[in-house]
């Protein structure tokens, strides 16, 4: 049996990125209705959307701008009031197959790029389905005790073992998400890491991807993965997507499962002004 591999076109593209918009407001809706970020919200601009959790909050940005048509530098000018009066650095996260007018605008508003991303893909179901490594396993976040088990691995995961307040608060935040299934690894016995599924429109967004340093390169991440994989598949989802710093041992494992670039995501920030 062969998989066809959907071509990295614009049609794609939008897929994906449409799919990040609403994963994105989730993030929104999981901090007003948890109440830990009550003043969340979000704003529908450019063909896409701004969240600004709280101010400077890691999770604000903006995703799927261009993606429809142009953008004109008003809708950037919106963007920028939106994230400056709550506080917060104007952040956009531009796919390549956006309309140019989106990177104009922003070039005219003093944003430059501070980051790049790989979106990775691969159809389901998933060909290479590789059995855990000894002494892992993966099971699903069921129970109010299992979210802050997966709370609490995320925010150490995500910080190299050394998680402020504010880390903590976040990956609370996430494991609250209702519209989302939350995994944690296993090695031998003791919880080593997280990842977690949110799926919208047929396709599977993988996110959430953390392991304690301790127990790094022992395969809690790729079995993570594969359980995602077939969980999605079982779900009806033709396609999966997941991120990665490019070139990163995480793209790497990534790449190892089946994922294949679709296009890298370029971020753009307002610099400061004078």
Known sequence: MTHAYPLADAALAQ?????????????????????????????????GVAACISPDNVVNGSVGLGMTGPVAVEEIDRLIEFF?????????????LADPTLTDALARRGFRVSAFEAELYQPLPALRQKRPSPGVRVRM?????????WAELAARGFSSDRPTEADHLVSRTVSSRMDALHFIGYLDGEPAGTGMLYIAEGLARFGGDATLPAMRGRGVQSAILAARLRMAARAGCDLAVIGASPGSTSQRNQERAGFRVAYTRVTFVRAVQP
């Open 15 to 47: 897929r994906i990125e449409g799919v990040a918009t609403i994963d994105m407001a989730g993030y929104v809706d999981a901090g007003r209705v948890s109440g830990m970020y009550p003043d969340a919200t979000t704003l529908r601009v450019g063909g």
């Open 84 to 96: 400056e009066t709550r506080g917060s650095v104007p952040i956009v996260e531009v796919c390549p």
């Open 141 to 149: 976040a069921k129970t109010k005790a299992d979210r802050a088990t």
